[in-house]
């Protein structure tokens, strides 16, 4: 398996997922044409990748889907809640569907997604787990809290995608709105540095090599603020190996692979 992170933040979100066989796009948050240009960063075309599979509905990760289906015939996973609340965008209700079950694996060519239900402010959000052979990548790019299921999920995964979204003490003396920090902060908001910390940690199995930190704020968080906890929690509990990298909106992430499997 192969992943790459294409860009995670609140201006576009989107990662790249594939195998020899399969290769397949989470989230659309980036225009068609800033999606193909960063895949072939990583040697892989646009024309190559089969679907979308999406977490939920918000701007940021659905903005390039209507043009990607359209110029490329993609097939797109979600689940009903996400297609109801997508439909009420005139611009996008020809859209053609593929319909998952929250909770129900399904295919897609030699990967396996596993959605299970995550808590955001979305009509019906999702993380998944994407196996191939004996491999599992947990990927939960916006949440709120953790639940027993999403910890429960994210065990036995060789590699995590995690949000790790705002600094508590940034997002307190950020310039914003009082109800938008209360949004950010709340159950069914976006994840500080502290929780994802805990959350790895508390997740993390022998078998866990590699962390993708996503979804960092701007003007909430810093890259190095969101490494040191999180470097620092896995530490305190005998797990120094394991590799910790940020994402960014701007830029595609380093390439993971189980090659040393």
């Known amino acids: 398996m192969k992943i790459c992170i294409l860009a995670s933040g609140s201006s576009g979100n989107c990662i790249f997922v594939g195998t020899s066989r399969e290769r397949v796009l989470i989230d659309a948050g980036l225009s068609a044409r800033e999606t193909a240009r960063r895949l072939e960063q990583i040697g892989v075309a646009l024309s190559t990748i089969s679907a979308v599979c999406l977490t939920h509905e ?29 439909r009420r965008n005139a ?43 004996n491999t599992q990548v947990g990927i939960v790019t916006d949440i709120g809290a953790a639940t027993h299921l999403v910890r429960e999920h994210l065990r036995r995964c060789q ?4 949000e790790a979204n705002h600094d508590e003490g940034l997002l307190s003396g950020a310039r914003r709105p009082w109800m938008l920090k209360q949004r950010i902060a709340g ?8 929780g994802a910390a805990q959350i790895i940690a508390e997740t993390a199995s022998p ?14 968080n810093r890259p190095e603020l969101a ?8 530490a305190r509990r005998g797990m120094a190996n394991i590799q910790v990298s940020v994402t960014f909106a701007n830029q595609i992430s380093e390439i993971w692979t189980d090659e040393k499997k």
């Open 227 to 234: 490494l040191k906890e999180v470097k620092n929690s896995l």
């Open 207 to 220: 078998e866990l090599r590699q962390v993708f930190l996503c979804h960092i704020s701007r003007d909430c």
């Open 159 to 162: 590699a995590l995608i995690i």
């Open 187 to 194: 159950r069914q908001g976006h994840m500080s540095n502290a």
């Open 58 to 86: 918000h701007s940021d990760h659905i903005a390039g889907l209507a043009m990607l289906q359209r110029r490329y015939d993609l097939k797109i996973f979600a689940n009903s809640g996400t297609i109801e609340a997508i």
């Open 91 to 133: 611009k996008m209700r020809h859209l053609q569907w593929q319909t998952f079950s929250t909770g129900m694996p399904f295919q897609i060519g030699d990967l396996t997604f596993t959605p299970f239900p995550v808590s955001h402010d979305a009509y019906e959000p999702v993380g998944f787990i994407a196996a191939g052979g």
